[in-house]
């Protein structure tokens, strides 16, 4: 990061830890929301890698669909996609969890990951959210530090998300999830008024 953009950080923490003590999870630590989603990331692919089948297995149950795309949003997808959404949560997610009460981060997060790969499903893609959901939270960065005018900060998220795209492979589905889970982080960060 540039020396613009680590002081702005370093001023939003200060005013953080002022602002929402009441509201926010406060296990005695930072970043206990991100933490645990990356947690909840390893385990679910454990669970892809050890279980293969309950994804399918989820889809013959009565609101198995909706259930299937929640925990997608969790789902990266192979050992590759765990260590490039785990850290792309790790830097970009930690810093909109630090802007955030935990609801809103939770809401852009599941909300972009659910959307991404229903899109992405729909254009012949899969349906593993759990990258789309880090490209939601990069919208919801991006948009955060171009309403404060921090362009160093956009710059490097947008170089972050131009290496995902590709590593990718530009297969249209993948692109068009990780295209829609970035619109609606972009979208809900503006409407929260993060």
């Given amino acids: 990061m540039d020396r613009e953009t680590r002081k702005y950080w370093q001023a939003q923490r200060r005013h953080m830890l002022k602002r929402d ?37 989820l889809y013959a149950h009565p609101g198995g669909i909706v259930l299937s795309y929640l925990l997608s949003a969790l789902s990266p ?12 949560l790790w830097i970009i997610g930690s810093q909109i969890e630090g802007l955030t ?18 899109a992405a499903g729909v254009l012949g893609g899969g349906s593993i959210g759990g990258t789309f959901a880090s490209f939601g ?9 171009a309403s404060r005018r921090v362009e160093g900060a956009t710059q490097w998220a947008i170089l972050l998300l131009g290496i995902n795209v590709v590593l990718s492979g530009f297969q249209p589905g993948v692109l068009g999830g990780m295209l829609a889970a970035f619109f609606v982080g972009l979208i809900l960060s503006r409407v929260m008024r993060i």
């Avoid at 933490?35 to 890698?49: A, C, D, N, R, W």
């Avoid at 997808?77 to 792309?88: E, H, Q, T």
């Avoid at 009460?101 to 659910?114: C, E, H």
Wanted: glycine share 14%; proline share 1%.
């Fill in 101 to 118: 009460t935990w609801w809103q981060y939770l809401v852009i997060f599941f909300a972009s990951g659910v959307i991404g790969a229903f």
């Fill in 21 to 57: 003590r009441r509201q926010r999870i406060n296990f005695g630590q930072d970043m206990v929301v991100t933490k645990i989603l990356i947690g909840l990331m390893v385990l679910s692919y454990l669970v892809e890698t050890f279980v293969p089948g309950l994804m399918a297995a």
């Fill in 137 to 145: 939270l990069a919208g919801a960065y991006v948009m955060v530090m």
């Fill in 77 to 88: 997808g192979g050992f590759i996609g765990l260590l490039f959404a785990g850290f792309f």
